[in-house]
């Protein structure tokens, strides 16, 4: 990042935190929601059948990798924790619904509750400067979380099973059938992708690259890089915490042993697959590393699961370093968004 396209206009623009909704290409992120918007609407008649089913734990996954690839991506920062995020947010927002709040406050809620643990990343981040000791650091973090929710007898070993709670349902819209299910988690992946491309297009996304960069100059400059992890990470984790509420109200079950460390390895593989940085790389990521396992326990082939994977993942990493879609943008010298943007004009 250039220095003259690092300075703002508006010298107050420092002082705060640079947040400049007027500046956001507006059209650009409707396109890239359509892209999701389109193909997913193409899905509906599918969503009712076997391959339906398992566009429901794709769905779930890339929502959750969207929030973990801004903690990652954009400040380049190796956050070890997204897991415990993830499930922070899916217990808070059970709890709520079992309370009784209305579904979606609750929903929302989850989000809160995520960017609440995201707040303590941030700090995390700020205070350790040396990358090694930050990921040692969110490890800790991540097993501090999971003592925790394994020993409280609201949550126990056993996980947070909600299934007792009254039907959950926005506008009318009961969330029972695999169909409406579908709709549900295809708005709200929608909705993280606005917020990352809202994001990735705004001054915020532009200095938080920056400070993943190059810190050092962006301090010398007069820019505070501690602000653009901080709002990376809490921005990040509200999305984690969506997604983790998403799995619970669709599973009607969060277990803490199923959010530990493989479940850490497995979001990073998604991100890491799918393009770091990129807008929709975690849903290409999903698709691979969540769509396989269950494709292949469809076609009844599940013994050769872990040969699929590996596969795919050596292939990825002689062919396609920096994910699939970072690669391509690379190779081909023009992204996925400007190809469409030709066809689409």
Same mark, same amino acid.
Not at 51 to 65: H, K, N, S, W, Y
């Given at each position: 990042?250039?220095?003259? $396209? @690092? ?24 396109r890239?929601? =359509? ?6 609407? =193409? ?11 398992i566009a429901r ?7 959750i %990798?969207?929030?973990?690839n801004?903690? *990652? ?11 415990a ?6 217990v808070?927002?059970?709890? =709520?619904?079992?309370?009784g #709040? ?28 040396t ?5 040692i %650091?969110?490890l800790a973090?991540e ?8 020993i ?17 349902s &926005? ?6 059938g695999q169909?409406?299910?579908y ?6 992946l929608?909705?993280? #992708?606005?917020?990352? @491309?809202?994001?990735?297009?705004? =001054?915020?996304g532009?200095?938080?690259? @920056? !400070? ?19 709002? $990376? ?10 997604g ?10 969060? *277990?803490?042993? $199923? ?8 979001l990073? !593989? &998604? ?6 940085? !990129? ?6 990521g999903a698709l ?5 396992p269950?494709?292949?326990?469809l ?9 699929? &994977? ?5 292939? &990825?990493?002689l062919? %396609?370093? %920096?994910?699939?879609?970072g !690669?391509?943008?690379?190779r081909?010298?023009i ?11």
């Amino acid at each position: 990042m250039s220095e003259e $396209s @690092a300075r703002p206009e508006d010298a107050a623009a420092i002082e705060g935190l640079d947040i400049d909704l007027a500046g956001v290409d507006w059209p650009a992120v409707v396109r890239q929601a =359509l892209y999701v918007l389109v193909p997913g609407l =193409l899905f509906i008649p599918f969503a009712a059948s076997n391959i339906g089913f398992i566009a429901r734990p794709i769905l779930i996954f890339a929502i959750i %990798a969207m929030g973990y690839n801004i903690m *990652v991506g954009w400040p380049d920062l190796l956050v070890f924790c997204p897991a415990a995020i993830a499930i922070v947010g899916g217990v808070s927002s059970g709890l =709520l619904a079992q309370a009784g #709040v209305p579904f979606l406050v609750a929903f929302l809620l989850g989000g809160v509750a995520g960017a609440l643990v995201g707040v303590v990343v941030a700090l995390i981040a700020i205070i350790i400067r040396t990358s090694f000791d930050f990921v040692i %650091a969110t490890l800790a973090l991540e097993q501090l979380i999971f003592t925790a929710l394994v020993i409280w007898a609201a949550v126990g070993p056993a996980g947070l099973r909600v299934g007792d709670i009254e039907t959950p349902s &926005i506008a009318g819209m009961a969330l029972t059938g695999q169909v409406e299910t579908y709709l549900f988690l295809l708005a709200v992946l929608i909705f993280s #992708v606005v917020v990352v @491309a809202a994001f990735d297009n705004s =001054l915020l996304g532009t200095l938080s690259v @920056a !400070t993943g960069e190059n810190e050092d100059l962006l301090t010398s400059i007069g820019y505070q890089p501690s602000k653009y992890k901080f709002v $990376s990470l809490v921005l990040g984790a509200f999305l984690l915490g969506i997604g983790g509420a998403s799995y619970i109200h669709v599973n009607n079950l969060m *277990v803490p042993n $199923s959010w530990v460390l493989p479940q850490t390895v497995i979001l990073l !593989t &998604i991100i890491v697959v799918g393009g770091l940085r !990129t807008i929709h790389g975690p849903i290409v990521g999903a698709l691979v590393m969540v769509g396989i396992p269950e494709f292949s326990r469809l076609l009844g082939i599940s013994g050769f699961q872990q040969y699929l &994977i590996g596969g795919a993942l050596i292939a &990825i990493v002689l062919f %396609a370093p %920096a994910g699939i879609l970072g !690669t391509y943008q690379n190779r081909v010298g023009i992204s996925i968004r400007d190809k469409l943007r030709g066809l689409w004009s």
